[in-house]
């Protein structure tokens, strides 16, 4: 049994089948990437993930529990942390005070910008986002706004917000949408050292297949909501049906 298992899940939008009877066993302290073109159903079966969406039919278990029908602070507080395509950031606060968010957040399932300077007399709670930001190489920028950030360091903000919740699984939704190719090695690299630091499982969506064969321990070809298959990054890069209908000529 994986720490993520996702039994017979089905979801249509109206006369969409957007998911048809999907199973996914994600293993603790793996990376497991889904892979697919546009209208597979990737972000469908992300949403349905963190409980954003509920399966028409079928389950998802996480650590033995189901994430169906809880809302997002109860999805955090269960382990689940999501990074989204587009880094969801306060621009207008500092790089520090965005990382008390999620603290507040968690406490009481909803954020109160008001109680955000009772967080700076927590000496304890100061000490681990600032130990989270330098994990994340950003210990130089932690009075600098957030909307002054390049879009690599506000990726790498959001990591650093998910990881001061302690996650069992991080859920990243193409984590270098948008960066240049410096940036995106830098991503691979960090998210390569958070995995070994930390033991982290993840579980990836993304197009850059670059991103995907340097991360991933297991990879799950999605076909119009349906898997077509799941392998290693070795055998799926060989395998005829994934390269002529979803990688081409793979540069890896």
């Given at each position: 049994?994986?720490?993520?298992e996702?039994?017979?899940v089905n979801k249509?939008?109206?006369g969409?089948q957007a998911l048809?009877?999907v199973?996914l066993s994600i293993q603790?302290?793996?990376?497991h990437a889904?892979?697919g ?12 993930l963190?409980?954003k969406?509920?399966?028409d039919?079928g389950?998802?278990m996480f ?11 109860e ?5 689940i942390?999501?990074?989204f395509?587009?880094p969801?950031i306060f621009?207008?606060?500092t ?7 999620p603290?507040?957040a968690?406490?009481?399932g909803?954020f109160r910008?008001h109680a955000?300077e009772s967080v700076?007399?927590?000496?304890s709670?100061?000490?681990?986002a600032?130990?989270?930001?330098a994990?994340?190489r950003m ?7 957030a ?7 506000k ?6 917000m998910c990881l001061?919740?302690k996650?069992?699984l991080?859920l990243l939704?193409?984590p ?8 995106t090695?830098n991503?691979?690299a960090?998210?390569?050292e ?7 499982t993840?579980a ?22 349906t898997?077509l ?8 890069k ?15």
């Open positions: 049994m994986g720490i993520l996702v039994s017979g249509r939008f109206g969409l048809g009877d199973n603790e302290q793996s990376v889904i892979i073109p546009n209208g597979a159903g990737k972000s469908t079966l992300l949403n349905c963190v409980g969406l509920i399966p039919s389950s998802v650590d033995g529990q189901s994430v169906l029908g809880r809302k997002p602070h999805i955090n507080q269960m382990g942390s999501r990074v395509q587009t969801e621009g207008d606060l790089v520090l005070e965005n990382m008390l968010i603290v507040f968690n406490r009481d909803a910008m955000i700076f007399s927590e000496s709670v100061i000490e681990r600032r130990e989270m930001l994990e994340v210990s130089d920028k932690v009075e600098m706004l909307s002054s950030l390049s879009r690599g360091d990726r790498r903000l959001e990591m650093a001061v919740q996650p069992k991080l939704d193409e270098t949408a948008g960066m240049a190719r410096a940036d090695e991503t691979i960090l998210l390569n958070i995995r070994n630091r930390r033991g982290v993840m990836i969506i993304e197009h850059d297949m670059n991103v995907v064969f340097s991360l991933a321990d297991r990879i799950t070809v999605l076909a119009q909501g898997p298959v799941e392998d290693t990054p070795d055998n799926i060989g395998h005829p049906k994934v390269r002529e209908a979803y990688l081409g000529e793979a540069q890896v």
